[in-house]
């Protein structure tokens, strides 16, 4: 097992962030139940010759944050994280949950609250990464939460894990790198696109993309990875989208959504569960009912949902669509507090056009 932690932080902290001398790392994980794989990213960026930050976090305080924080404590944001998200070089974040519901029962407006909050963290964040200042990545560590939420065993969950991550060869970093490249022709194709064009079950839209940037993940940000992304023209949206996988977001979820949108923007929503918070997502503040991402998910060794949207928007023959904040670096524009990626299924019936021409057909590139 050992063996695992040492490639997988070595993936993190040689491939995914690059981490070099003297550089500030922040090393943030979920709870302690990462430890192995904590101890392993950290010896590696101390033989790196950088200076790491370790912080934990403790199971049921995010719970009892959000229930007995008032308004001004939920809109207050600390200087010490600030000053983090203005001055790290590298960040990486490791989920490791106790129990994935444990916000499934709070306030959800209270939770908008927070999240509108916290978004200028998120647009430093994104912003220094755009300019080239910051390199993060976000990945998992196998916990009982996270296998049950995939009707799996502990035993099952972590060999997917390592299967959708490629940790089962020998130099997985390699695997990126060709993944890559494969991905960054497919990007180079769609970068020349002015419509894009989705067809599939209750599904005709359009997006304007023209002069948006279309970005390969290749596990330099998300880890594991598998998806090509822009975000439109916030503006140009138009059409119906039906989304058949539960989207789900932080620990809350609706099923089955089918939205509406004119000139960019949400303007009618239904869920057959979840409908309540899906309208309390959609409110949170001005720009949480327009499309921050478009993106084609590319993992084959992801084929079923798991609840855990790290990997569940990379599967292979799926693509999903976020409301609310967009990418700086793709010429994004749309500031929000939200960030929900929504799943479809498009193995079935379903299409994508660039400009009129087919390039997608039933969960496969076809250029």
Not at 76 to 105: C, H, T
Not at 247 to 270: D, F, M, P, Q
Request: glycine share 6%.
């Amino acid at each position: 097992m050992n063996n695992l932690y040492e490639k997988y932080a070595d993936v993190l902290v040689n491939y995914s962030t690059k981490i070099k001398e003297d550089n500030l790392v922040i090393i943030k994980a979920e709870s302690y139940l990462a430890e192995p794989l904590i101890k392993e990213i950290y010896k590696l960026v101390l033989k790196n010759g950088a200076h790491p930050i370790v912080k934990v976090g403790l199971d049921g305080l995010n719970e009892i944050f959000i229930k007995n924080a008032s308004d001004k404590q939920l809109e207050y944001i600390d200087e010490m994280s600030k000053y983090e998200y203005e001055n790290a070089d590298k960040i990486i974040s490791i989920g490791a949950p106790f129990n994935v519901k444990s916000m499934a029962n709070t306030d959800s407006k209270k939770l908008a609250k927070r999240s509108s909050a916290t978004s200028s963290l998120s647009q430093t964040m994104l912003k220094r990464s755009a300019e080239g200042s910051l390199d993060w990545v976000i990945a998992d560590f196998p916990t009982h939460a996270l296998a049950q939420e995939a009707k799996m065993s502990l035993e099952e969950y972590t060999d997917f894990l390592i299967k959708a991550c490629y940790l089962d060869l020998d130099n997985p970093k390699e695997k990126w790198i060709e993944i890559g490249k494969e991905q960054k022709r497919i990007a180079d194709i769609l970068n020349g696109t002015k419509k894009l064009h989705i067809l599939g079950e209750k599904t005709d839209i359009t997006f304007n993309v023209e002069n948006r940037l279309w970005v390969s993940c290749d596990g330099l940000l998300n880890f594991p990875d598998g998806e090509i992304f822009t975000s439109p023209v916030e503006d140009s949206a138009e059409g119906e989208i039906y989304f058949d996988f539960p989207a789900i977001y932080r620990g809350n979820s609706a099923n089955k959504i089918h939205l509406k949108l004119n000139k960019g923007k949400v303007v009618e929503a239904s869920a057959e569960t979840g409908e309540e918070f899906l309208y309390s997502m959609l409110d949170m503040d001005y720009g949480s009912r327009f499309v921050g991402e478009i993106a084609i998910g590319t993992n084959e060794r992801i084929q079923n949902v798991t609840g855990n949207i790290l990997f569940d928007e990379k599967i292979g023959g799926a693509i999903h669509m976020a409301l609310g904040a967009s990418y700086p670096e793709t010429g994004g524009k749309n500031v929000s507090g939200l960030h929900w990626d929504i799943i479809k299924n498009m193995k079935n019936n379903s299409s994508i056009y660039s400009d009129d021409k087919l390039i997608y057909k039933d969960g496969k590139f076809v250029i």
